[in-house]
């Protein structure tokens, strides 16, 4: 009783807090200094029409290599500490057995929700979407199949392939960036094109299609990790 | 006032979700806990960005290159919080990982009952 009087005043303390910064928060009528840089030089610089896509994979596109990396030791460590739970029968049945409506479901929805994640990464650089959320929609037309076979197995080797080759290419575009323009990651490797197009923005829609790739590997090791532990 | 209702929401999700963790002896429980607190950092996050009467940070026919800096929010913090979000269900896999392990080497869930790292 005493743990929870103390938890209670402490999350009431923090509420405190919040609620000074609340009261006192006035919503920016203009954008700041590094708003505004990014907002009047996408277009000239960049050619992406998305600005959010133009920070992430091209201005701060060093920090994206290392988000990706930060996700590829997660996905590591996650397949590593479940390694040795692997060890289930062949035989083994299900112990539910998925409805019917389930498995025609994910036959007809898997390829139309793989088809969904490749054009939202392929268009990151226009739409709202990119390599991170095609990734993950691409990872869950991977959990619907789980969802309707539990006991398919995924080729590990398969998806490591192409998780390492998507991560090589991605560093070599950016060393590319480095010889051919102006810095690690300059998307000016490729021509800017037109403003709105697919084939613009540079290497940005191939970046983002790797980094899709990438992170939809990732997320589908993990899934199928996380499904092939044996039943406790 | 848009933004002060999300960023409301973002502050009491925050506060439920650390007196979820902090109150809870489940593990799992304890997980979900952490992951409804980030959910709420990162609807603070977006609406710290949000700038009334504007738009999404897309260049189209509505928002022509010339004019992006009068018309668009803050591009910014959105570009956080996509980072944000995916390290996040990152670090929740990893936990769901550790908590497997745990259970398969205990035999329990409950925090009050692994102690070895208590003095």
């Known amino acids: ?67 990706v990396t930060v996700l590829f030791l997660s996905a590591t460590i996650v397949g590593l500490v479940l390694a040795g739970g692997r060890r289930r029968e062949t035989a083994q049945r299900p112990p539910v057995p998925v409805g019917e409506l389930l498995t025609t479901g994910s036959r007809f929805l898997v390829p139309l929700i793989m088809l969904l994640g490749v054009y939202v990464f392929v268009n990151g650089h226009l739409t709202p979407g990119g390599g991170f959320q095609g990734g993950a929609v691409v990872a869950s037309g991977v959990l619907l199949m789980l969802l309707a076979d539990p006991l398919k197995h995924f080729s590990h080797r398969l998806i490591a392939a192409v998780e390492s080759v998507a991560g090589f290419a991605y ?59 044996e039943e406790l | 006032m848009i933004a002060q209702i999300a960023m409301a929401t973002g502050f009491a999700l925050i506060l439920i979700g650390l007196y979820g963790a902090l109150t809870n002896h489940n593990l799992l429980r304890m997980i979900v806990a952490f992951t409804i607190a980030d959910t709420g950092v990162n609807i603070v996050i977006v ?34 919080v996509l980072t944000a979000i995916v390290i996040g269900l990152g670090i929740t896999a990893l936990m769901l990982a550790y908590a497997y392990k745990l259970y398969q080497k205990k035999r329990t869930l409950d925090i009050g009952k692994l102690t070895e790292l208590k003095w």
Do not use: C
């Not at chain 1, 009431?12 to 954008?31: K, Q």
């Not at chain 1, 810095?183 to 980094?211: H, K, M, Q, T, W």
């Open chain 1, 1 to 67: 009783m005493i743990r929870r009087a103390v938890v209670l005043a402490l999350v009431l303390a923090m509420g405190a807090i919040f609620a000074t910064l609340l009261a006192g928060y006035a919503p920016d009528g203009d954008l700041n200094l590094t708003a505004r840089y990014y907002a009047d030089r996408t277009a000239p610089d960049i050619g992406s029409a998305n600005i959010v896509t133009a920070i992430i994979v091209t201005y701060r596109g060093l920090d994206t290599l290392g988000e």
């Open chain 2, 47 to 80: 609406a710290v960005g949000y700038m009334a009467g504007r738009t999404a940070p897309i260049l189209d026919a509505a928002v022509p290159a010339a004019e992006a800096a009068q018309r668009i929010i803050d591009p910014v913090p959105q570009a956080l």
């Open chain 1, 171 to 229: 560093v070599v575009i950016g060393v590319l960036g480095l010889v051919l323009a102006g810095g690690f990651l300059d998307n000016r490797i490729l021509p800017l094109g037109e403003l709105g197009a697919l084939a613009s923005a540079g290497a940005i829609p191939l970046i983002y299609s790797l980094v899709g790739l990438k992170v939809g590997a990732e997320f589908s090791s993990m899934l199928a990790s996380l499904s092939e532990t």
